[in-house]
């Protein structure tokens, strides 16, 4: 089975670049490169990545797109633009030429207007993206779900995929809300979810696997085994039980679908999502 981990991030820490990582996030106030994570990938058994921004900027994706050309393992870049830029389209038609480029992300979570994406500049950039085969990772919490489900709704030839299922409230085991929100997007066939970053919403210290299955219990009948992917979220995962814990977090769950629902889901949706 082959099996892809569509979630990464890279980075040279630097305090002012990633403010962003926060005091109480100090295990991972360091560098993380790919050499770091490959091993911690063959011990599972997972022979490619998906390198996704964590800094908004061109710089960003130069770098990643870099590391990706060192890197065998590292498949494809989601990268950062500015989607409302006059020129987006020149911008968009240049990275198209890179295969590795397979799509772009925009930190919706942190902006201060929750209606972001619904501005008529940023929807501009957006409408672009399907005409360059580009996929667009929406990265928001379930205070903003109400307004992703008006936001696919205007773009249905472009490929979306929810990244972190929404962030839901898994410590606070808080699941109404998110849960009819997380139904209603997968209604669109075409927004796919990723089933990452679960252990950094539990509590980071003390989680159990079990403290998830409500809410995959959710994603997986509401947009089924055919558009749903896994993401280590590395290294964000090294602050509630690492690698091998992103893994364990969802692997006892997939143990009991079908083999054919566990290759679509390790490896071959996000081979197709992304065109890797």
Same mark, same amino acid.
């Given at each position: 089975?082959?099996?892809?981990?569509?979630?990464?991030?890279?980075w040279?820490?630097?305090?002012?670049?990633?403010? $962003?990582?926060? +005091?109480?996030?100090?295990?991972?106030?360091d560098?993380f490169l790919?050499?770091?994570? $490959?091993p911690?990938? *063959?011990?599972h058994g997972?022979?490619g990545?998906?390198?996704v921004? &964590?800094d908004q900027?061109?710089? =960003?994706?130069?770098f990643l797109?870099d590391?990706?050309?060192?890197?065998?393992?590292i498949?494809?870049?989601?990268?950062?633009?500015?989607l409302k830029?006059e020129n987006i389209?020149? *911008?968009?038609?240049?990275y198209s030429?890179?295969?590795?480029?397979?799509g772009?992300?925009?930190?919706?979570?942190? =902006?201060?207007d929750?209606q972001?994406?619904l501005?008529?500049?940023?929807?501009?950039?957006?409408?672009?993206?399907?005409?360059?085969?580009?996929?667009y990772?929406?990265?928001?919490?379930?205070k903003h779900l109400?307004?992703?489900?008006?936001?696919?709704a205007a @773009?249905p030839?472009?490929?979306?995929?929810v990244?972190h299922?929404?962030?839901?409230?898994?410590?606070?085991?808080?699941?109404d809300?998110?849960?009819?929100?997380?139904?209603a997007?997968?209604q669109?066939?075409?927004?796919h979810?990723?089933?990452s970053?679960?252990?950094t =919403?539990?509590d980071?210290?003390?989680?159990k696997?079990?403290?998830?299955?409500p809410?995959?219990?959710?994603? @997986?009948n509401? @947009?089924? &085994?055919s558009?749903?992917?896994?993401g280590?979220?590395?290294p964000?995962?090294?602050?509630?039980? +690492?690698y091998? +814990?992103a893994?364990?977090a969802?692997? $006892?769950y997939?143990?009991?679908l079908?083999?054919? =629902?566990?290759?679509l889901?390790w490896?071959?949706?996000?081979?197709d999502?992304?065109?890797?």
């Open positions: 089975m082959l099996k892809i981990d569509s979630h990464q991030h890279y040279r820490y630097h305090p002012v670049k990633d403010a $962003w990582i926060t +005091g109480d996030m100090a295990a991972i106030q560098d790919p050499a770091d994570v $490959w911690l990938m *063959q011990r997972i022979s990545s998906v390198a921004q &964590a900027s061109l710089a =960003e994706n130069d797109l590391l990706a050309r060192q890197n065998d393992f498949k494809g870049v989601v990268g950062w633009i500015d830029a389209d020149d *911008q968009l038609a240049r030429i890179n295969p590795l480029v397979k772009f992300r925009h930190i919706l979570q942190g =902006e201060a929750d972001f994406m501005r008529p500049d940023f929807m501009r950039g957006v409408r672009l993206l399907s005409l360059y085969n580009f996929t990772d929406i990265l928001v919490a379930p109400t307004y992703v489900t008006e936001f696919v @773009f030839n472009q490929r979306f995929l990244d299922l929404a962030k839901p409230y898994i410590k606070a085991k808080q699941i809300g998110w849960r009819q929100d997380m139904e997007l997968a669109f066939p075409n927004v979810c990723k089933v970053g679960m252990v =919403e539990a980071w210290g003390d989680w696997p079990s403290d998830f299955e809410y995959l219990d959710v994603v @997986f509401a @947009f089924g &085994a558009r749903l992917m896994y280590s979220d590395w964000v995962c090294n602050l509630a039980g +690492g091998d +814990g893994v364990s969802i692997k $006892w997939v143990d009991k079908t083999n054919n =629902e566990q290759a889901f490896g071959q949706n996000a081979i999502f992304y065109r890797l």
